[in-house]
Nanobody
Framework: QVQLVESGGGLVQAGGSLRLSCTAS????????MGWFRQAPGKEREGVSC???????YYADSVKGRFTISRDVAKNTLYLQMNSLKPEDTAMYYC????????????????????????WGQGTQVTVSD
């Protein structure tokens, strides 16, 4: 049974930092794509960053240069370092696992789209105050 457990969320002032963690069990961590998504109230879930199964990383334009995704394969743990946080980063953040295909427009493969992922954690709340 696949389980994804997020931690590290909290309340932070604008300009501050947080590091999210996601510990995975029940899957071969380095054979899946792993990603971070977020959903703010009244908005659709959106991709933030991910690793594909090939090890490539992708970032949403809104977080490039501020967020960094990393992983510790030995610990089956995925991380998201979030710096220079803004109030618009406020959301529930979710960890997800899936096939992890690299971007391919011809085949419609988009690694930051939620439909690419099969397994989801319960989420951790991030709130950024201004």
């Amino acid at each position: 049974q696949v389980q994804l457990v997020e931690s590290g969320g909290g309340l932070v002032q604008a300009g501050g930092s947080l590091r999210l963690s996601c510990t995975a069990s029940g899957l071969s961590f380095n054979r899946y794509g792993m990603g971070w998504f977020r959903q703010a109230p009244g908005k659709e879930r959106e991709g933030v960053s991910c690793f594909t199964w090939t090890g490539n990383t992708y970032y949403a334009d809104s977080v490039k240069g501020r967020f960094t995704i990393s992983r510790d394969v030995a610990k089956n743990t995925l991380y998201l370092q979030m710096n220079s946080l803004k109030p618009e980063d406020t959301a529930m953040y979710y960890c997800a696992a899936g096939l992890g295909n690299d971007y391919n427009e011809y085949f419609g493969l988009r690694p930051l789209e939620p439909y690419e992922y099969n397994y989801w954690g319960q989420g951790t709340q991030v709130t950024v105050s201004d």
